[in-house]
């Protein structure tokens, strides 16, 4: 064969395997709203940036007596491309060809490029759109499911690991996302579930819509299964590209720095109500010390009551950790303790220092929490941060009270730097309740008791509900004003280092579940 032959022989091969399942399967996927394979590698990657592998990877498949088909890239393509300059692994299954179903080829593409993501150092990011194990291969997609889920688990806090939902992702193939760092879904378009609503309705007489039981909302809102909700395929893959931004592309590496900014809505000593129960969006606060006031939030729409995100400090990234005052008053409970928890496991991996803004009046209390495993879940908090050894900066902003105080970063926990504003309540429990208990009997025998709680109330703030007490401890560092406190920790992010003071020769930890 002539050298003008085999190229173009070569030509034809890659163009029939580029168009995955055909043409007709590729203007299905176009009907039902969703980018074809090849589209969405386009839109997230760099412009020519995607170095492909395993292209000619080309199954053949017998469905139960009916003729062999040739599964073009076995249903997923592989590659290495970049995002803004920076080489990232990618995956992305083509429900084009065989419903994007997983046999062994498939997946043996799949670990491949995990096995690269792990030996170059650099992110992986996956992109799923499938029915689920391919039935006709029974215990070979089993076993390339299992492979994958070791590998996750191998390059878990190795390298950012990132899922992107964009199609269905069903039955055992749920399990390869949630073992990875940040999940994306689009509304309308994504679905994740154990069991679809079909099987529900035939062993538990259910009626249940897909979106309902596994889309985008009922994951960002409901489960926490999902971190960052999109309307638009397109705007899901500016999230990723954003929060990459933030990230180093592996464990050994620092984040990339950027030029600092100033913030664009500087704080002020009015942004902290006079009204101690007044409620105020803890947002505004971390927009007016963050570079730019540029703050990615992750789990935005789940556990509201903590906020938990990225941001920069004279161009340097940190992990971001905050009460909600606006939401059931900032209180921790099983959910905002989860959410935090392994937000500030994955800075900690990372090399991401962390950041948080505390004003929380204390655990949720209820029979719900208490038979929830409030105990348990609260625990996981404490182990974070205690476990963490990446500088950890504390603002007490106002109410820091009782277990809580602990929970948030206080110094007991490892903090490198604790501040607090004049506003600070630090204490076992806010004043009503402990002039209640302290000074019950006065209470009860005076003749006004109405007058005596007031009294009672303005003797304990006075003594215990402010933050000099604390400061005259060594437990909190420096009291300053709000809008002197960017500066404070960007002075502290500068010279700060990570610290291994106090880990002790282990296998590992027994982190709470």
């Not at 029979?367 to 929830?372: A, I, K, L, P, R």
């Amino acid at each position: 064969m002539s050298i003008v032959s085999m190229i173009n022989d070569f030509l034809g091969r890659v163009s029939r395997l580029i168009l995955g399942g055909g043409r007709e399967a590729l203007d299905s996927q176009k009907k039902k709203g969703k980018l074809t394979v090849r589209e969405r590698l386009d839109a997230l990657l760099d412009r020519n940036s995607l170095l492909e592998t395993d292209l000619f990877v080309e199954h053949s498949a017998r469905d139960f007596g009916m003729a062999t088909k040739h599964l073009a890239g076995d249903g997923v393509v592989t590659g290495i491309g970049r995002i803004d300059d920076r080489p990232v692994a990618v995956f992305a299954q083509d429900f084009s060809v065989a419903g994007g179903s997983l046999g062994r080829a498939h997946a043996s593409k799949i670990t491949k490029i995990m096995d690269t993501a792990r030996d170059m150092q650099m992110p992986l990011i996956g992109i799923n759109d499938s029915g689920g194990a391919r039935i006709q291969e029974g215990v070979d997609s089993l076993c390339g499911y299992g492979e994958i889920f070791f590998r996750n688990t191998q390059l878990s806090g190795v390298v950012p690991q990132l899922s992107i939902i964009l199609g269905p992702c069903a039955g055992g193939a749920v399990y390869s996302p949630a073992l990875t760092d940040f999940v994306f879904v689009v509304d309308r378009i994504s679905n994740m579930f154990i069991t679809g609503p079909q099987v529900i309705r035939t062993v538990l007489g259910e009626e249940i819509s897909p979106e309902d039981l596994g889309g985008a909302r009922t994951h960002t809102s409901i489960t926490g299964n999902a971190h960052f909700f999109a309307s638009t395929e397109y705007e899901t893959f500016d999230q990723v590209r954003r929060l990459l931004s933030f990230l180093p592309s592996n464990c050994s590496e620092r984040p990339p720095v950027f030029p600092a900014q100033q913030p664009r809505q500087p704080l002020t000593p009015e942004i902290i109500p006079d009204d101690r129960r007044k409620a105020y969006d803890v947002k505004d606060i971390i927009r007016g010390l963050v570079d730019a006031s540029d703050f990615l939030e992750v789990h935005e729409l789940y556990a509201r009551n903590i906020v938990v995100g990225f941001g920069r400090l004279e161009g340097r990234s940190v992990g971001i950790i905050a009460n909600q005052p606006k939401v059931l008053a900032g209180v921790l409970d099983v959910d905002a303790s989860d959410k935090a928890a392994r937000f500030i496991r994955f800075c900690d991996a990372f090399n991401i220092p962390l950041l948080t803004l505390v004003d929380t009046p204390g655990y949720l209390p209820g029979v719900d929490q208490e038979h929830s495993g409030v105990i348990r879940h609260g625990a996981k908090l404490l182990y974070a941060y205690s476990e963490a050894t990446v500088p950890k900066m504390t603002v007490i902003m106002r109410k820091a009270y009782g277990g809580a105080y602990i929970a948030m970063c206080s110094r007991h926990l490892g903090a490198n730097f604790v501040l607090a504003w004049p506003s600070a309540e630090i204490a076992v429990m806010g004043p009503e309740g402990a002039a209640n208990i302290i000074f019950r009997k006065e209470i009860d025998d005076s003749q006004n008791p109405d007058v005596t709680r007031s009294e009672k109330i303005r003797e304990y703030e006075e003594k215990f509900a402010n933050p000099y007490v604390a400061a005259g401890k060594g437990y909190v560092d420096a009291i300053l004003l709000p809008q002197d406190t960017r500066a404070a920790l960007c002075t502290v992010i500068s010279v700060a280092k990570n610290s291994e003071h106090g880990r002790v020769s282990r296998r590992h930890g027994n982190f709470p579940v």
